[in-house]
């Protein structure tokens, strides 16, 4: 990459010298055509035919320089942005479940690519259109100085001057406006994603001219602020056209009388007028560059705010690997707010013995299922320790902890790819054998093989396509093919119905074998079997013991137990 760039800067100065020079043969050439002045050395007798087929070939060369750089350099650019692209993308996962469950996927979408073609065009046109720039103007100054006399380098350095100056000024002002049309367009794609991601609700309500007008709302001040940039833009090229004209007449003026006083040939008339062109070509397009380089800046600000984004939870510098010998999960006086007003857990003391099944009841917001995520390390205790065969999940790797753990949640998430890419999410090296394996410890097996594309068939996004108990068993599968020594179920069947919830604890049962289990239930009939069932309430146990047990004392779980047989009766 380094011998890259190298060459390709190499590249550019050898067109930047070209294409200073090319104006000198271009004057050699009309000289030699009037016959007034004698013909230079340094064209070595060429006639007025020659000198002009040189002219042709130093332009054909610089152009042809200038884009051996960019062939040379493509590849250093492409792999900045996918390095950039990929970190971006491993940071956004790194970062905690507390950042996610706030974030916004448009809006963050849009930030990620805006920065990184913020990137490419910074790179582009740093390297290949303000270095250049420069570099030629730099020339073309010597040069006027030099052939011709000071005050031509005076009226250039202040056209120059001006015209920077006005389309600095007028640029800041449409940066402003640029950032409110990309807020605009930012919430627009946002509402959009929103509303597309949640189509069902959307018909559920009847909301589609809702959805429609909120959407259209957002176009509404997204088109006034386009329409605000593209006026501001005719402004600036008017005005830039106005300063760049001032200062080509004035220099072509002194020219032709130098030319009138015979100091000056019809030729050097020409380069001069050719320097000229040549300096606003690539001025015309300084204020483009300019805006779009302080957006890319900006783009770039909310890409590397996004990566400076610090994870709540991270590894220990000396974060060992987890080693799961009987899988035993210990809580020990574990206390844990999501908000530091608003404690959740208050003094947890809960173990889990080598393959047992502990399951955790208690009503909505009691802390059931903020147990389940410190296990997984989603969020770090505030206080009290969280311990996995006597080792604290704090001082282990992430990966290692993960990599132990199979979780089935209420509603299983499944990729917009195949049901065998879905299962085998668990294992991504798993064989079809094994793949068919789970499925069939799932009880899905035989749906998958009566679908008319088998374990190919593509499960639309979010698994759609599927019904909650056919994603379920997926998502039963693919931990099965995890093969991990412990399992958290959190309210694995409670959105199913009784028959699919009957068959799917079948298979839950199955997977549970030889394994810890802590299963969060809502629905009591389900973790009658459990070793031992703890009551929590307002994030404290209240009590546990076997489901025997508990019925006998006629406490916090028999009340629960028999409010939900009432409504199991009445239903």
């Known amino acids: 990459m380094k011998r890259r760039v190298v060459a390709a800067l190499a590249m550019l100065v050898l067109a930047k010298l070209i294409a200073v020079s090319t104006p000198f043969f271009y004057k050699a050439a009309v000289d030699a055509l009037t016959g007034d002045t004698p013909t230079p050395a340094w064209t070595l007798g060429a006639g007025a035919v020659a000198l002009t087929v040189v002219y042709g070939l130093a332009r054909a060369m610089n152009v042809g320089f200038q884009q051996l750089r960019d062939v040379i350099f493509a590849r250093v650019g492409q792999r900045a942005l996918r390095t950039l692209a990929s970190e971006t993308f491993i940071h956004i996962h790194r970062l905690s479940m507390r950042y996610h469950i706030t974030r916004k996927t448009g809006g963050l979408s849009r930030i990620i690519e805006r920065g990184v073609k913020g990137v490419e065009f910074l790179l582009r046109f740093l390297l290949f259109s303000i270095g250049p720039l420069v570099l030629e103007l730099l020339m073309i100054a010597i040069i006027l100085w030099a052939v011709f006399d000071i005050w031509y380098l005076v009226v250039v350095i202040v056209t120059i001057a001006a015209y920077v100056a006005f389309t600095f000024k007028v640029t800041e002002w449409r940066v402003r406006i640029r950032k409110e049309m990309n807020d605009q367009d930012t919430d627009a794609n946002q509402k959009a994603i929103d509303s597309l991601l949640n189509f069902e609700t959307v018909k559920y309500f009847g909301a589609e001219r809702r959805e429609a007008e909120r959407y259209d709302g957002a176009m509404r001040l997204y088109e006034a602020a386009a329409l605000r940039t593209s006026y501001s833009l005719a402004f600036l090229n008017f005005g830039q056209s106005i300063l760049i004209t001032g200062g080509l007449v004035a220099v072509m003026v002194m020219a032709a009388v ?314």
């Open 258 to 571: 130098g030319v009138q006083n015979g100091t000056l040939t019809v030729g050097d008339f020409v380069m001069v007028n050719a320097y000229m062109i040549q300096i606003t070509m690539p001025l015309n397009f300084l204020g483009t560059v300019y805006r779009e380089i302080r957006q890319a800046l900006v783009d770039m600000g909310e890409m590397f705010g996004l990566l400076e984004q610090p994870p709540d939870v991270k590894d220990a510098p000396d974060a060992r690997v987890l080693s799961v010998t009987g899988g035993s999960i210990s809580l020990r006086n574990v206390h844990f707010g999501y908000d530091a007003a608003r404690p959740i857990l208050q003094g947890i003391d809960l173990t889990v013995g080598p393959g047992q099944t502990v399951a955790v009841v208690g009503p909505s917001g009691s802390g059931k299922s903020t147990i389940g995520r410190l296990l997984f390390r989603f969020y770090d205790v505030q206080s009290g320790a969280v311990e996995i065969d006597g080792q604290d999940v704090r001082s282990v790797s992430q990966e290692s902890l993960h990599a132990q753990i199979g979780v089935v949640p209420q509603d299983t998430v499944l990729f917009n790819d195949t049901i065998r890419y879905n299962i085998a999410y668990g294992r991504p090296d798993a064989s079809h054998s094994e793949i068919e394996a789970a499925a069939k410890a799932a009880q899905i097996d035989d749906f998958i093989r009566a679908l008319p594309d088998g374990y190919d068939t593509t499960v639309g996004e979010r698994g759609l396509k599927l019904s909650g108990g056919e994603k379920q068993r997926v998502g039963i599968a693919r931990t099965l093919l995890k093969n991990p020594p412990i399992l958290l179920l959190d309210e694995a069947t409670s959105a199913l119905d009784s028959e699919t919830e009957a068959e799917i604890q079948d298979a839950l049962h199955t997977m549970s074998q030889g394994r810890s289990v802590i299963t969060i239930a809502h629905r009591l009939s389900t973790i009658v079997g459990a070793d031992r069932i703890v009551v929590l309430e307002a994030g404290r146990i209240v009590e546990e013991g076997t489901h025997e047990d508990l019925l006998s004392r006629n406490g916090r779980y028999a009340s629960l137990w028999r409010r939900q047989q009432d409504e199991a009766d009445a239903a």
